[in-house]
């Protein structure tokens, strides 16, 4: 059975409940009801899930034009709300961040058996502060960090060496498996001391459980469907756990939550690629840079990427963008609160729409949708969770704590590819033919891998 016809077969079930619902509201109407924020009519049982669709940062957003930026829905049972513009992000994520800096229980999490006790989907609470505390001054602290310098740089002299010989012969590589491969190699170097086990393809099983983690999956929102798992992903969630299970048996039992994080920066550097290869102007303009303070050093030093303004302006533009989570993690409020005069009840689901804020007119003026570096020139918006119109790691206490990690290694890559290389999209492709079709999960990589053909640039 199709997922339509599923659902469709659910909406019939359903509508005798709702019917009876509509009957009980119409005659016990009461005024708190206004204070719910907007939101379009949704189904019986199924609520709003069906209007969420393939890209949910993209029809949300197109809600949010129609309902605000404070939107309310309803995804099964669960009470949701969107925010979609960094005011809203701010009331919710900064003013009213002790009441919303928790998680909900995911269905996904409770299969995995790190789930319910990795940092990201844990509730708000002692066990979490003390996880964050110890994530953030020991294996995230700047000391251990610049204790692994030398394993990057190692790291990234193989992937150098490599790219050097199919630009010799003239190959086009597959720049987004190389970016999954020199990260899972340098995130095993520095959670397990040892590189990568040729055993596993562990890139391709985080891949799976971010796309499966970040779906909407029905039988997580109506229980009841549970044992019936109507889109398969409850099925596919535990194939994959046994995969994870035995990746950790063999390599080592405490770091799955650690082994995803470096699949945010391989994510990263394969859509600021993408933007360089469709923007040859900029991609120019970041190689003058890169060889004004790199001079004529091979191997760029993580001390040079301080000096790289330019750089710094085409993260940026790449996370406003491209960010690496469309839709933020879902919050969950932790009690019932009025913010903004609605009034919201407690456990319901928060969802900042990342993509959306990034995208906003009133932000960043009519030209949103245009890669533009530039735009950043004497501004002093950054993506630290200080201005709410860029918060790609999110912003207040559940922001992430390994973006210092993360920027040097995206950072790094970058300066060292475009240092080293020329790039040119194959096969006569222009730059306006490049697909950037997202593929949405809890993390959204390209849809397709990122092909280009290197040549080695001659220093001066
Ligand atoms: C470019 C790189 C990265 C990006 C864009 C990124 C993005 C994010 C985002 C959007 C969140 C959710 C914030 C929220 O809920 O409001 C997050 C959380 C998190 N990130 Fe990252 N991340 C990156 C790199 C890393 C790295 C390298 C690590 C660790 C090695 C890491 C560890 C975490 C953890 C543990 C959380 C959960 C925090 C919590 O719930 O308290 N991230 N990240």
Redesign the pocket.
């Known amino acids: 059975m199709s997922l339509i016809q599923f659902a469709t077969l659910l909406v019939v079930i359903g509508a005798l409940g709702w019917f009876i619902h509509l009957c009980r509201t119409m005659f016990s109407m009461n005024p708190q009801h206004k204070d719910i924020p907007s939101g379009p009519r949704g189904l019986p049982t199924i609520g709003h899930l069906l209007l969420l669709g393939k890209q949910p940062h993209r029809s949300l957003n197109e809600l949010s034009k129609k309902y605000g930026p404070i939107m309310s829905l309803r995804l099964g049972s669960v009470p949701t709300i969107v925010v979609s513009t960094s005011a809203a992000s701010e009331l919710f994520l900064k003013t009213h961040d002790t009441v919303f800096a928790s ?1 909900p229980k995911l269905q996904a999490a409770e299969y995995l058996r790190y789930g319910t006790k990795g ?2 989907f844990s509730e708000y609470g002692t066990y ?1 502060r003390n996880l ?1 505390k110890f ?1 953030t001054l020991e294996l ?1 602290g700047s000391t251990k960090i610049a204790s692994m310098a030398k394993m990057r740089r190692e790291e990234l002299v193989l992937l150098i060496e490599s790219l050097k010989i199919a630009a010799k012969n003239c190959v086009v590589v597959y720049v987004s498996q190389k970016m999954a491969l020199l990260m899972e190699d340098m995130t095993c170097r520095m959670l397990f001391g040892k590189s990568r086990d040729e055993r596993f393809d562990l890139n391709a099983i985080i891949h799976e459980l971010t796309i499966i983690v970040g779906a909407f999956n029905i039988a997580g929102f109506i229980p009841f469907l549970g044992a019936l798992d109507p889109q398969g992903l409850t099925r596919r969630l535990k194939e994959t756990n046994r995969a994870v299970d035995e990746v950790l048996e063999t390599i080592s039992d405490e770091h799955e ?2 082994a995803r ?2 699949y ?2 391989q994510i ?1 550097i394969t859509w600021i690629m993408s933007e360089l290869l469709r923007h040859p102007r900029v991609m120019k303009k970041l190689q003058k840079e890169v060889q004004n303070v790199v001079g004529d050093c091979e191997f760029v030093e993580e001390s040079h990427i301080l000096k790289l303004d330019y750089l710094d302006m085409i993260v940026k533009e790449s ?1 406003r963008l491209h960010p ?2 469309t839709l ?2 879902p ?1 969950e409020s932790m009690k019932d609160i009025v913010v903004n005069g609605y009034h919201i009840k407690k456990k319901s689901r928060i969802i900042a729409n990342n993509w959306g804020i990034g995208r906003d007119p009133r932000n960043w003026s009519e030209n949103v949708d245009k890669f533009l570096p530039e735009r950043f020139i004497g501004s002093n918006v950054d993506y630290m969770g200080n201005n709410f119109q860029l918060i ?5 206490q ?6 210092h ?3 040097i290694m ?1 950072n790094l890559v970058v300066t060292q590819l475009v240092h080293t290389f020329d790039w040119e999209l194959p096969f006569g492709m222009s730059p306006d033919e490049l697909d950037m079709e997202e593929l949405f999960g809890a993390t959204v990589p390209r849809a397709t891998h990122l092909l280009a053909a290197p040549t080695l640039r001659s220093l001066p």
């Open positions: 998680r940092m990201i979490w964050r994530c995230l939550q650690d994080d470096g945010t920066s990263a996370m690496v989570a933020l993690p919050h790609p790691i999110g912003p207040g559940r922001s992430c704590p390994g973006i990690l993360g920027t995206v």
